[in-house]
């Protein structure tokens, strides 16, 4: 019997596979890389050339296309009419506060005004070729949502106090970062908020105390209450004026958590009239089942949408209910499941593009 063909066919075999894994290798690097050079060494002059307002000599805003400025004027004035409607008016305040504290000049202006300022900064950037970001994720954690994207091909921005304090987005130079970067952005540029958690989940409720009776703003003499009803009232701000630029706006949470009730927040969501899509991060290779829920005006989000799937591990829950019906989280499970898997990032940059095929 002869044994040469066989051991040349598992001799080939061998050096594909051989070759495939070092093609694995060779494509993990280079995202790793283009992920470094789009996240941690992101800073406030990579977008120098967007920074500028389009103001004339006296400080009014210009913008050659009246009909589209005034389209942008009322959809403020309606999303401020909303705010009033189910915020009680607490956007105008705090977003003044947020937007005057990274551009001075803006004080005297109303919250009007700054946001239209903020619109046509991007207009003004799309129009004489500046822009180039076609997504930005905030709260990035790992980056394996952007690290899809930088697969297929995109270019854009992530940002994670992890990986810079600059990042930060409570400070005014985190803000004015997270600001530039929609200033650089190109239409139907996705824009993800992976919004801090902690402080709106039922595990944290009993110290939060969130409840409809407080506007679901809770404790606000705690630190960590009051860090949360900032990153909200932010994500609001954020939300609105990725939708007024014409971008793929969308806030993940977990399925339990109450950011989205928030009074900034939730007038964002009315006047966007975003869509509430339940998914499952376990039907996309996560560990754990991991409820989820996201908001996105954008139709083609709903390609994330998946039925609850059954859980056969008694370990793939995050949280167990103990005996007097309090919440305890499984921690090394909580750290893991913070991390969306790459098949989720894969699905959302897949949802993206289909839109534009």
Request: hydrophobic letters at 45%; a positive charge; aromatic letters at 8%.
């Amino acid at each position: 019997m002869e044994y040469g063909p066989v051991r040349s066919k598992m001799s080939d075999r061998a050096r594909a596979m051989c070759a495939a894994a070092n093609a694995a290798v060779a494509e993990h690097d280079r995202v790793d890389k283009l992920f470094k050079r789009s996240c941690h060494d992101v800073d406030a002059h990579l977008f120098a050339d967007v920074e500028g307002f389009p103001l004339n000599a006296v400080g009014d805003l210009v913008w050659f296309d009246l009909d589209e400025r005034s389209k942008i004027e009322r959809l403020i004035v309606r999303l401020l009419r909303y705010d009033k409607a189910h915020s009680g008016g607490r956007a105008p305040d705090v977003w003044h506060c947020l937007l005057s504290s990274v551009y001075p000049f803006m004080t005297s202006w109303g919250i009007d005004k700054m946001l239209l300022a903020l619109v046509l900064r991007t207009l003004h950037n799309r129009a004489k070729g500046r822009c180039w970001v076609q997504y930005i994720e905030y709260a990035c954690g790992r980056g394996n949502l952007s690290k899809a994207a930088l697969r297929r091909g995109l270019r854009g921005v992530s940002f994670d106090k992890i990986y810079s304090s600059s990042h930060d987005v409570l400070t005014i130079a985190g803000l004015r970062l997270w600001l530039l970067a929609l200033a650089a952005s190109l239409p139907k540029c996705l824009v993800w908020h992976g919004t801090q958690c902690s402080s709106f989940v039922t595990l944290s409720l009993s110290q939060s105390l969130r409840y409809k009776e407080n506007d679901w703003l809770g404790d606000q003499d705690k630190l960590f209450v009051k860090v949360g009803n900032m990153l909200a009232d932010i994500t609001g701000l954020t939300m609105c004026l990725a939708f007024l630029m014409d971008g793929v706006e969308v806030l993940e949470q977990p399925l339990n958590s109450r950011m989205p009730l928030t009074p900034c927040l939730r007038a964002a969501l009315v006047f966007t009239c975003a869509q509430k899509i339940t998914t499952y991060h376990s039907c996309f290779g996560g560990e754990t089942l991991k409820p989820l829920q996201l908001w996105s005006s954008c139709s083609m989000m709903t390609a994330l949408a998946r039925d609850r799937p059954i859980v056969m591990r008694s370990d793939a829950v995050l949280a167990r209910r103990d005996k007097n019906g309090g919440f305890t989280g499984v921690k090394h499970l909580l750290l893991e499941s913070q991390a969306y898997t790459l098949q989720f990032g894969d699905a959302v940059i897949s949802a993206l593009l289909s839109s534009s095929s």
